[in-house]
C-alpha cells in the first residue's frame, strides 16, 4: 500500500513538472515578440476627426484589420517616439497609418517589411505631415484626380487638384459647373460637389461620371475619410 501511494505521488510531481516546464516557455515565445521602435517628426495630429486615429500598426499582408496597434497621440505635434512590443510572427508589415474605431487599415503614410528576427526594428520618416487633409491628397487626390486635373499640364474644368493647389482650388469655391454648389462647402459634405460627384452615378451639369473613378477599396476607406474631413471643417493642417 504504501509502495503504490509512493508510486503514485512521484507520478502526480513528475506531470506537474512538465506542465510547469511548458507553460513559461510559451509566455516567454510571447513576451520576447519582435520590437520595433518608431521615430518621427509629424504634424497634422491635432485635427483629426473622431472615430479615425494615426498609429503604428501591424499587418499581415492579407487582412485589412491590425493585428497589433499603438495609437500616436493626437493632441502633440512634433518628434514622436512609439515603441510597438510583442509583435508575433503573423505580422509581415509594419505600418504608419491611419485606422478606422475597428482597427480597420484606412491609408498607409510609409511601412516596413518585418523579417524573422528578435532584433528591434527601427523606423524614421523623418519629417511627416499626417493632417487629413494631406492623407487625402496623398492617398487619393494625386493617385485618381490630378491626372485630369492638372498633373499633365491640362486641368479638366479650370480645377488643379495637384498637391499644393488643391486646397485653395476646391475649399469655399463656387463650382463652375453646378453655380448652386460649392467644390467643398466646409462643414457640410453632403452640400459639396465633391461629395456629390464621388456617390452618384450622373450628376446634372457634369459631362464624367466621376463615380466609375471609386474603386470598392475606396468606396469603404477614401470616401468616408472624405466626408469626415469635410463635415470637421475642411481644415488644411
Known amino acids: 500500500m504504501k509502495r503504490s501511494l509512493y508510486a503514485f505521488l512521484l507520478a502526480l510531481t513528475t506531470l506537474t513538472a512538465c506542465d510547469d516546464g511548458q507553460i513559461p516557455e510559451k509566455q516567454a515565445e510571447f513576451l520576447e515578440g519582435r520590437v520595433v521602435k518608431f521615430n518621427g517628426k509629424l504634424t497634422g495630429l491635432t485635427n483629426w476627426a473622431n472615430g479615425y486615429s494615426v498609429a503604428i500598426a501591424g499587418f499581415d499582408g492579407n487582412d485589412e484589420y491590425a493585428i497589433i496597434s499603438k495609437a500616436i497621440p493626437d493632441h502633440t505635434d512634433g518628434d514622436i517616439t512609439i515603441v510597438l512590443s510583442n509583435i508575433n510572427n503573423q505580422v509581415t508589415e509594419v505600418q504608419l497609418c491611419v485606422l478606422d474605431r475597428l482597427r480597420r487599415h484606412v491609408l498607409t503614410f510609409d511601412?516596413?517589411?518585418?523579417?524573422?528576427?528578435?532584433?528591434?526594428?527601427?523606423?524614421?520618416?523623418?519629417?511627416?505631415?499626417?493632417?487629413?487633409?494631406n492623407a487625402i491628397q496623398q492617398n487619393y487626390l494625386n493617385t485618381t484626380c490630378a491626372n485630369c486635373h492638372g498633373a499633365s499640364n491640362r486641368a479638366a474644368a479650370g480645377l488643379y487638384l495637384t498637391e499644393g493647389r488643391s486646397y485653395a482650388a476646391m475649399v469655399g469655391v463656387p463650382s463652375v459647373k453646378i453655380d448652386t454648389l460649392k467644390?467643398?462647402?466646409?462643414?457640410?459634405?453632403?452640400?459639396?460637389?465633391?461629395?456629390?460627384?464621388?456617390?452618384?452615378?450622373?450628376?446634372?451639369?457634369?459631362?464624367?461620371?466621376?463615380?466609375?473613378?471609386?474603386?470598392?477599396?475606396?468606396?469603404?476607406s477614401i470616401l468616408p475619410l472624405i466626408d469626415k474631413w469635410i463635415d470637421n471643417g475642411a481644415k488644411k493642417d
Open 183 to 220: 467644390i467643398v462647402e466646409p462643414g457640410n459634405a453632403e452640400k459639396s460637389l465633391l461629395h456629390i460627384i464621388l456617390h452618384q452615378d450622373n450628376v446634372e451639369g457634369i459631362s464624367m461620371t466621376h463615380r466609375d473613378l471609386v474603386s470598392e477599396k475606396n468606396e469603404q
Open 111 to 133: 511601412k516596413i517589411e518585418m523579417q524573422q528576427t528578435n532584433d528591434t526594428v527601427y523606423i524614421n520618416v523623418g519629417e511627416r505631415n499626417v493632417s487629413m487633409f
